[in-house]
């Protein structure tokens, strides 16, 4: 077993720790960021399949903007645990037999391509990490689907920033735009009033012997 194998099961096994923490840990923020590391495993897979540009683009997208962007919203919004588990047996059963069938799926794929002896498909090592021949596919046989991946993009952004302008009860909102519209006369008023004679003061020092 060479060092570049090694590098492989001790990448894979900690994505495979990583991703199972993220629908086992009862916190949603310490579960995101065991989805950072299970991203930065990946990364390291592909560094070692030496797609380098894959690798790259899977950490700064991934790592640095979408998942930082889910971590803050997860931090801002206010999550109650308690309600998210409360139907957790009720969907059980339905869990178990979508979870079953993914297995078998995977299964299936896994068998097909490694126990039954086929056709071997040319080797896209070579040219996977070329960052000119993405660019061609992705510009002209993938332009659609990447179009669509940036509007689904957009939506989830704009559903982020939504989620943090709405107004809570619990908190003190500033309105930047009303301190700005605000006059002069608003700030300060100056109230004339009459003097007051403590009379009730006066009388009891009087009856005082």
Do not use: C
């Not at 309600?83 to 995977?106: D, Q, T």
């Amino acid at each position: 077993m060479d060092f570049i194998t090694v590098l492989f099961y001790v990448f894979a096994t900690i994505m495979v720790v990583a991703a199972a923490r993220v629908i086992t840990a009862r916190n949603p923020v310490t579960a995101a960021l065991f989805l950072v590391l299970a991203f930065f495993q990946a990364g390291g897979i592909w560094m070692l399949l030496k797609a380098e540009f894959l690798a790259i683009v899977l950490v700064l997208v991934y790592v640095g903007a979408v998942m930082v962007l889910f971590l803050f919203v997860v931090m801002m919004i206010d999550i109650d645990n308690t309600r998210l588990r409360e139907g957790f047996w009720n969907y059980l059963p339905v869990a178990s037999v979508v979870g079953g069938i993914i297995v078998l799926e995977m299964a299936s794929v896994l068998w097909r391509v490694y126990g039954v002896a086929g056709p071997q498909a040319p080797a896209a090592a070579g040219t996977i990490g070329n960052t000119k021949e993405l660019g061609k596919l992705i510009y002209t046989q993938y332009i659609y689907a990447f179009e669509i991946a940036a509007v689904i993009l957009l939506l989830a952004i704009v559903a982020a920033v939504a989620l943090t302008l709405r107004k809570r009860k619990d908190i003190k909102f500033f309105d930047p735009g009303e301190a700005v519209r605000v006059k002069r006369n608003d700030r300060l008023k100056i109230v004339k009033m009459d003097a007051v004679k403590h009379v009730a003061a006066t009388e009891a020092t009087k009856e005082a012997p």
